[in-house]
Nanobody
Framework: QVQLVESGGGLVQPGGSLKLSCAAS????????MRWYRQAPGKERKLVAQ????????YVADSVKGRFTISRDNAKNIAYLQMNSLKPEDTAVYYC????????WGQGTQVTVSS
């Protein structure tokens, strides 16, 4: 079955960096787009970044443009989200997502940006 497992979250000071990973299994990873969403307390889940199956096409939300980069390693079945120049407003639970017949979600990883 499809599994998505996020890792790499944690507590970081403003201006710091984190790299999230999403390990995928149970489907042909290179054939499907991967997405990162985030959900802050009391707010709706929002799309942060997306990458196409072979990694040619990417999208990042305006709120993180120039600071976050999405990438993938199809040999390892892992999607990444490199987050630089982190701000307190980036604090959220970050989720990995893909769509194969239906939406699949990981369990999420907490990112907290605070001094």
């Amino acid at each position: 079955q499809v599994q998505l497992v996020e890792s790499g979250g944690g507590l970081v000071q403003p201006g710091g960096s984190l790299k999230l990973s999403c390990a995928a299994s149970g489907f042909t990873f290179s054939s499907y787009s991967m997405r990162w969403y985030r959900q802050a307390p009391g707010k709706e889940r929002k799309l942060v970044a997306q990458i196409s199956g072979i990694g040619i096409s990417t999208y990042v939300a305006d709120s993180v443009k120039g600071r976050f980069t999405i990438s993938r390693d199809n040999a390892k079945n892992i999607a990444y989200l490199q987050m630089n120049s982190l701000k307190p407003e980036d604090t959220a639970v970050y989720y990995c997502n893909t769509y194969w017949q239906r939406d699949y979600w990981g369990q999420g990883t907490q990112v907290t940006v605070s001094s």
